[in-house]
T-cell receptor, first 111, second 112 residues
């Protein structure tokens, strides 16, 4: 069935290191993918997105990679900072109003 | 712009009580939706609306009603609260030509 999953429920990194958060999806028809950041007590906040006709997209300190062959999505955060500590969700749009969210990965940044 | 706002922030209900969770957006977005978030699970769609007067069911609609009388407001009603409805509820909106959703701060609901 359709699912968006995350390989690791928690990730702990040292401040200044790079973080990589992974996500697997199963619907090959999905054409749009989004990463959200959710801080404690707040709603999800858009970070970066990518369409299925791309394999890489860069933002400020963040990069999303899409590997359609193995249905894998990753979020890379460069020079991770304490303010990056949050839960990160991947999501896929399968068309229309249907967005499937992953369960989330909690990122801890150690000072 | 205030973006997407939700009230209340917290609510405790007894089983069988009813209540309405409020959601409003000031971005003139056509699309609005309600999600619930439970521990260890992704956001699940309850109901959504593609414009004033139009609503439809999402993945987990049972026990919830919605209406969309204006573009700005999209209230979620719990008719008879059950402990299984203990969750964090998020409202989101987006423009009809956008795919990115903007989320409100959430309402934490505890049903005893």
């Amino acid at each position: 069935g359709e699912s968006v999953g995350l390989h690791l429920p928690t990730l702990s990194v040292q401040e200044g290191d790079n973080s990589i958060i992974n996500c697997a999806y199963s619907n090959s028809a999905s054409d749009y993918f989004i990463w959200y950041k959710q801080e404690s007590g707040k709603g999800p906040q858009f970070i970066i997105d990518i369409r299925s006709n791309m394999d890489k997209r860069q933002g400020q300190r963040v990069t999303v990679l899409l590997n359609k062959t193995v249905k894998h999505l990753s979020l890379q955060i460069a020079a991770t900072q304490p303010g990056d500590s949050a839960v990160y969700f991947c999501a896929e749009n399968t068309g229309g109003f249907k967005t499937i969210f992953g369960a989330g990965t909690r990122l801890f940044v150690k000072a | 712009n205030a973006g997407v706002t939700q009230t209340p922030k917290f609510q405790v209900l007894k089983t069988g009580q009813s209540m309405t969770l409020q959601c409003a957006q000031d971005m003139n977005h056509e699309y609005m939706s309600w999600y619930r978030q439970d521990p260890g699970m992704g956001l699940r769609l309850i109901h959504y609306s593609v414009g004033a007067g139009i609503t439809d069911q999402g993945e987990v609609p049972n026990g919830y009603n919605v209406s969309r009388s204006t573009t700005e407001d999209f209230p979620l009603r719990l008719l008879s609260a059950a402990p299984s409805q203990t969750s964090v509820y998020f409202c989101a909106s987006r423009g009809s030509h956008q795919e990115t959703q903007y989320f409100g701060p959430g309402t934490r609901l505890l049903v005893l």
